[in-house]
C-alpha cells in the first residue's frame, strides 16, 4: 500500500508541475508525507527480510536488498531526469541535462 501511495503522489506532483493548481507552502505538507512514505518502505523492506528469511540466508538477502535499493534508485533518478526534462519543456524553461521524449 505505500509505494501506490508513493507513486500516487509522484504522479500528483507531476500534474501539479503542469497544471500549477496547488502553489503554496502548503505543498510541503505533502512532500513530507512522501518523504515518511520512502522512508516507511525502506525500513519496513529490510524489517520484513530480517524476520522472514531464515538464518542461514538472511546475511544473501539483506546484501540484495541493499543492491537492489542502490539500482533502484539510481533507476529512479534517471527517470527523473527524462521527467524533469518534459516538465521543463511543457513550462517553458530552458537548461534541463537530457531531451524529452515525448
Not at 542461514?56 to 534508485?73: C, H, M, P, Q, Y
Amino acid at each position: 500500500a505505500m509505494p501506490l501511495l508513493q507513486l500516487i503522489l509522484m504522479l500528483f506532483f507531476c500534474l501539479n508541475s503542469i497544471s500549477h493548481f496547488w502553489y503554496d507552502n502548503s505543498l510541503l505538507v505533502l512532500c513530507l508525507c512522501a518523504g515518511f512514505l520512502g522512508g516507511g518502505v525502506y525500513v519496513g523492506s529490510f524489517i520484513l527480510v530480517a524476520k522472514k528469511e531464515p538464518l542461514n540466508r538472511k546475511e544473501l538477502a539483506l546484501s540484495a536488498v541493499t543492491l537492489a535499493d542502490t539500482v533502484g534508485i539510481c533507476l529512479a533518478d534517471l527517470c527523473g531526469l527524462f521527467i524533469q526534462a518534459c516538465i521543463y519543456k511543457y513550462n517553458h524553461i530552458d537548461g534541463s541535462t537530457v531531451q524529452c521524449m515525448l
